[in-house]
């Protein structure tokens, strides 16, 4: 039986190295891998390009990566929830590639099914399109976007077996189950792990070929970014 199962994140991130392509997934903070950005924190791996929707806050998630500039680029969508962020492109500090979020979740897509560009037309006639192929087709412009892989993908999810099949719940299934399918290594963090053949073969979101490190997390904040509540 294939088992896949590392004993913690410090064991699973262990062998990143200096100035990898990693993607991390997670929307705002909902479905972030929090240990795994813990571990990487501990091992101090620096010049990373991170591929993810946002890049945190100032003081969760990749913003803590940020805060001790371990990260020398992002290809992200959505980044005005941290300060430090802004302060490190503005200064030139930070290498920011912005993408359309659509745009962003296709070009994860489009790696992880080998498809190595595709044709979009968001982003035609803005900066997005300086430097980019494009085409017209049935009279409407397009770019041509690449498809994105990374050296290692961390994902986060809530269940998983030791053959690395995984479930995610409700709005964690974000941009976790594409870009499982795009890094040539992915990690998942889950926060139950049970023996390969107890979960529901009809409920599996990623199936186990696209992970080869899983390990059960603990101590999940979960926090959430804007909390409103009625007066």
Known sequence: MINKVVKNASEAVKDIPDNAVLMLGGFGLCG????????????????????????????????????????????SSYVGENAEFERQLLSGELDVELIPQGTLAERVRAGGAGIPAFYTPAGFGTEVAEGKETREFDGKMYLLEK??????????AWKGDTAGNLIFKGTARNFNPMMAAAGKITIA????????????P??????????QRIFEGKNYEKRIEQRTVRS
Do not use: R, W
């Not at 498809?147 to 986060?156: H, I, M, Q, R, T």
């Not at 963090?189 to 529901?200: K, Y």
């Not at 009809?202 to 186990?208: A, R």
């Open 189 to 200: 963090e889950v926060e139950e792990l049970v023996p390969a053949g107890q979960l529901n």
């Open 147 to 156: 498809g994105l892989v990374a050296d290692f993908s961390l994902v986060k």
């Open 32 to 75: 972030i891998p929090e240990n795994s950005i813990q571990a990487l924190l501990d091992t101090k791996v620096k010049g990373l390009t991170c591929i993810s929707n946002n890049a945190g806050v100032d003081d969760f998630g990749i913003g803590l990566m940020l805060k001790t500039h371990q990260v020398k680029k992002m290809i």
């Open 202 to 211: 009809n409920e599996i979101h990623t199936p186990g070929i696209y992970v």
